[in-house]
């Protein structure tokens, strides 16, 4: 047998270039190793993986809730153009760069959307993407742990385990631990008329509850695509992977995909490797489209000005991006109780007995998410936003369509009670207000025609106007929810720009 054959599926740019390969898969994130993982059960299929990033090393903030947040494993340069509707600021473009993609750095909260936003999707041509559809799937995907029963009483957890799988790979469960003012952030929003549900993932995801998350709790570490669609599975032959190593297009010939090429990013080597059945293109959002373009998928005259010839006219390429951004709203709370989602930061003697803790297996701070923490509130829109033709002058006809089409699904999810966006406490020094459902659409387009080189990236954020009002609706909402009995006497008061901004 050649080498390659007997060792682990870790290979090299020759291997790669020599093998024939059913499929080759670009982006090792979370859908893509998912998908090698479903392929290679066959052992006749051959399957082969190019990932940019490299593997983690189990360090803590991969691997440990608690710790802080995995800065390295990102497209560090990765920046927004300026945004118009925001003064002309950049921001950080937030997406992984490591095997496992963003499974390896999220917040680890597995959460499914509400049945109605699935069901959308197929009225909008993704035949069988409904939420019947796709919950044996979502059932497959995860094995679920059942919190303990001491627990659930205390911190309302309640489920529904026939909406759950039992033998899938990503381990869930419920942190063994939280802070004292999570109650009060829970009895707040109950005061407030937000509604409870049993199960958030059962197709009704509103009101407040409390989240699953992808951690193992015999470990209390991540779960991830690495670990459950990589690690797992590794002794397959027939599953090859190669991280720090760019894919720099898909190689047609007439219209079929025969391949790719990619570079090693150690030797900056160019090479080929062959697919005789598919690439699967599973780059992220934001490199998708820009490997896409790269390759002369894409707008026509988008391409033409780069010189890249034209394999397909696909404006909706790069077209349509939906952010979902996030406000951060700071408090000096006067009266805080204690712990709360900022101890771990300012408090070190805390910090080292929760650490310690969590060492020994024990219920601990370290098993929340640092900055999310354990609950979320998700709200509806109660007034129908005027519409808006927000879109940049001269956008296809085809996105345009595509684009009406969408909203027309998203005004009737929002008439329908679905959430607009929702509101998270650690119960810490800051909330978050996030703008999940936006009416806005930014692009990615290419600024050169390197590989290397980052894409532009445009949020488009807040340009349709709705999106300012449902912002401020959320915010407002933010605003009452300190304002109750339960928070008002831990004395938040609201720091930073936003207070001065917006006013209610
Ligand atoms: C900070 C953060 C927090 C989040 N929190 C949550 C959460 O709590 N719960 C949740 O459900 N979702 C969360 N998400 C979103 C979730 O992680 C993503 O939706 C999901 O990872 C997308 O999967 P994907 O496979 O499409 O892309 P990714 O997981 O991003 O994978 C794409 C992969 O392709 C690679 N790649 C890119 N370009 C190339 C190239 N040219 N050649 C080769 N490889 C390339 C990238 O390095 C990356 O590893 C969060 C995301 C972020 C960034």
Redesign the pocket.
């Known amino acids: 047998l050649p080498r390659h054959a007997l060792l682990a599926r870790v290979i090299d740019s020759k291997v790669a270039a020599e093998t024939a390969y059913d499929f080759v898969i ?9 998908v090698a993982d479903r392929l290679t059960e066959n052992p006749n299929v051959k399957v082969l993986v ?4 490299p593997f983690d090393n189990g360090e803590d903030y991969v691997l440990v809730p608690g710790a802080f ?1 995995p800065v390295p494993y ?2 560090l340069t990765l920046l927004s153009t300026p945004q118009s509707a925001l003064n002309d600021q950049v921001y950080g473009v ?18 499914r959307g509400s049945a109605g936003e699935y069901n959308s999707w197929e009225a909008l041509g993704a035949e069988g993407w409904t939420w019947d559809g796709l919950l044996p799937y979502f059932k497959k995907s995860e094995t679920f742990h059942a919190p303990d029963a001491d627990l659930a009483e205390q911190w309302n957890v309640t489920y529904d385990a026939s909406v759950h799988g039992s033998t899938g790979p990503i381990q869930v469960s419920y942190p063994p631990y939280d802070y004292p003012g999570s109650e009060r952030f829970w009895n707040a929003a109950v005061r407030m008329g937000f509604p409870t549900v049993q199960d958030p993932n059962a197709g009704q995801a509103i009101g407040i509850f409390r ?1 699953l ?2 951690v193992d709790p015999a470990t209390q570490t991540r779960s991830y ?1 690495r670990r459950a669609h990589y690690d797992r599975v590794k002794v397959r032959s027939n599953y090859h992977i190669f991280p720090n ?4 297009k898909v190689i047609f010939q007439g219209t079929t995909a025969t391949g790719v090429e ?1 570079i090693d990013l150690a030797t900056k080597v160019k090479s080929i490797a062959k697919a005789t059945k598919e690439v699967i293109v ?7 489209p ?2 896409l373009q790269l390759s002369g998928v894409g707008r026509k005259t988008d391409l033409q000005a780069l010189g890249i010839r034209t394999v397909s006219d696909l404006p909706g390429v790069g077209s349509n991006l939906q952010d979902h951004l996030v406000l951060t709203v700071n408090y000096n709370f006067t009266n805080n109780l204690f712990p709360n989602g900022g101890s771990l930061n300012a408090n070190q003697t805390y910090d080292a007995e929760q650490r310690a803790l969590y060492d020994a297996g024990q219920p601990s701070a370290y098993t929340i ?1 640092r900055t ?1 923490g354990n609950l979320i509130l998700f709200l509806s829109l109660q007034n129908d936003p005027s519409p808006q033709k927000s879109l940049p002058s001269g956008t296809a006809q085809q996105v345009l369509k595509g684009y009406i089409a969408q909203r027309k699904q998203i005004l009737k999810l929002l008439k329908a009670g679905n959430s607009i966006g929702d509101i998270s406490w650690n119960t810490g020094p800051a909330t978050s207000v996030y703008m999940t459902r936006p009416l806005s659409r930014g692009s990615v387009k290419l600024g050169s025609t390197d ?1 290397l080189a980052d894409p532009l990236g445009d949020f488009g954020a807040i340009t349709d106007p709705a999106d300012l009002e449902f912002l401020l609706a959320i915010y407002k909402k933010n605003r009452e929810l300190m304002k109750t009995p339960e928070i008002a006497p831990l004395g938040p008061i609201e720091l930073g720009e936003a207070a001065g901004l917006i006013r209610s």
């Not at 190019?50 to 990033?53: A, H, L, P, Q, R």
């Not at 937030?94 to 597995?110: D, E, H, K, L, Q």
């Not at 190593?245 to 720099?248: I, P």
């Open positions: 670009a982006g090792g994130g979370t859908a893509g190793l998912t190019i990932e940019y990033g947040f990102m497209w937030t997406c992984a760069r490591v095997v496992g993609g963003g499974s390896t750095i999220n917040a680890m909260f597995f959460h989240l998350h992808s695509s190593t760019a894919v720099a990619f599973a780059a992220g959002a934001v490199h998708t820009q490997i998410t999310t590989p």
